[in-house]
């Protein structure tokens, strides 16, 4: 979740592009934004009541507004003050542009975008209610298989839509996933964040991943190696690979490409040989280790060639999981129908444990 703090990026943020209406404060929204410190509330565009932050990541903040037009709360993001160089207007204006035409229930929403009065761009999105991935992570250590799969097909439904628009992520990183919790099931997976997205139409010098000197920008540790070694010429697997990542950290609790610094962590996902996940986490059933080492190929023509291929996979061992958890419950009825008791396997108990941690911190949300 994000931290909640001052409006500290906004002073002096005077917003433009649409009218007041009878809803919003004329006081505040006539004149677009009011200083924060005069105790009012920051109204951008004559329309958003700027609340609080909800998370801030390179070169954007993400705040709780409320829209006074339509009465109800969303998330507006906006490129932090001292960000103002071309890139992070650039790549603000891209997530705008490729969240406005990817419509799926696994992508944030965006219902508006515009420009401040000082030239930054803003968007607006659907307020979310929950935790990044990264907290989650925190907070559990590690997930069950069950679950790790469930978060997984939900981000890979959202990438498949995104693929078949011919929009690559690029940034696919627990920071970037967000879990609503759900009364009855498991949380609802948003991917956010389509700032370093690039269209496969794209021209290579339309590329915010790597800056003029050829340093990488951004977080390393669930980039795929053609990324980090600077290929230009990737396409949509290195979304695949990041979800591979994301599914050995989730079930695993370590990170796949460890490093004091980003230097380090890009050595590590060059040439570092992964320990097989079951040599960390016994319980991981075989199927899904091979899973996520196909993700995780170094070599792209090796991995997953697309996301619904990945997918196929992932809800076959999702069966898997599910037929043994039947058997095991049928045979215990069967034992306890001729009086006889059996413990269930100790690995089902392992898995059942973050996943009781998960839902009773569903529960008290
Ligand atoms: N729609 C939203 N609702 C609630 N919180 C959000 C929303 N969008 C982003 N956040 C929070 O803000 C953080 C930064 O958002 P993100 O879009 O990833 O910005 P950046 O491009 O700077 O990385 C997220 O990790 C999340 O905690
Ligand atoms: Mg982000």
Not at 51 to 67: N, Q
Not at 76 to 99: T, W
């Amino acid at each position: 979740m994000g931290s909640r703090g001052a409006l500290r990026d906004v002073s002096g943020a005077r917003a433009t592009g649409h009218r007041p209406t009878s809803g919003a404060s004329s006081s505040s929204a006539g004149r677009g934004a009011a200083s924060p410190s005069a105790g009012r509330a920051v109204v951008l565009a004559g329309r958003y009541a700027l609340r609080a932050e909800l998370g801030r990541g390179g070169c954007a903040v993400v705040y709780e507004a409320h829209d006074l037009r339509l009465g109800r709360l969303v998330a507006l993001k906006m490129v932090k003050s001292n960000a103002r160089d071309a890139q992070a207007h650039a790549r603000l204006a891209r997530e705008a542009r490729a969240a406005a035409a990817i419509h799926h229930p696994n992508v944030c929403g965006l219902s508006d975008a515009g420009y401040l009065e000082d030239g930054r761009p803003y968007l607006v999105m659907e307020r979310l209610h929950g935790e990044t991935l990264t907290h989650c992570l925190h907070r559990l250590g590690r997930l069950t298989p069950t679950d790790a799969i469930d978060i997984a097909l939900q981000l890979l439904s959202a990438l498949d839509s995104a693929h078949a628009l011919g929009v690559v992520h690029r940034d696919v990183k627990p920071d970037n996933v967000f879990l609503v919790p759900r009364s009855g099931c498991g949380p609802l997976v948003k991917l956010l964040d389509f700032g370093m997205c690039r269209r496969a139409s794209a021209t290579l010098r339309d590329d915010a991943t790597l800056t003029r000197a050829g340093q990488v920008v951004g977080t390393p540790e669930y980039m795929s190696p053609e990324q980090v070694s600077g290929k230009r010429d990737f396409d949509a697997r290195i979304d695949l690979y990041a979800v591979g990542v994301i599914l050995y950290e989730a079930l695993s609790g370590k990170r796949a490409f460890p490093g004091k610094d980003a230097r380090e962590v890009v050595v590590s996902v060059l040439v570092r040989s992964l320990p097989p996940l079951r040599s960390i986490c016994p319980d991981v059933p075989p199927a899904l280790d091979r899973i996520v080492a196909r993700a995780m190929e170094r070599d792209a023509s090796f991995r997953y060639s697309s996301a619904a291929e990945f997918q196929g996979d992932l809800l076959e061992a999702k069966a898997a999981l599910n037929a043994r958890r039947l058997r095991g419950i049928q045979t215990g009825r069967h034992a306890v129908d001729h009086g006889r008791t059996r413990q269930p396997p100790h690995h089902e108990g392992e898995w059942d444990e973050p996943t009781r941690q998960l839902r009773s911190s569903r529960r008290s949300a």
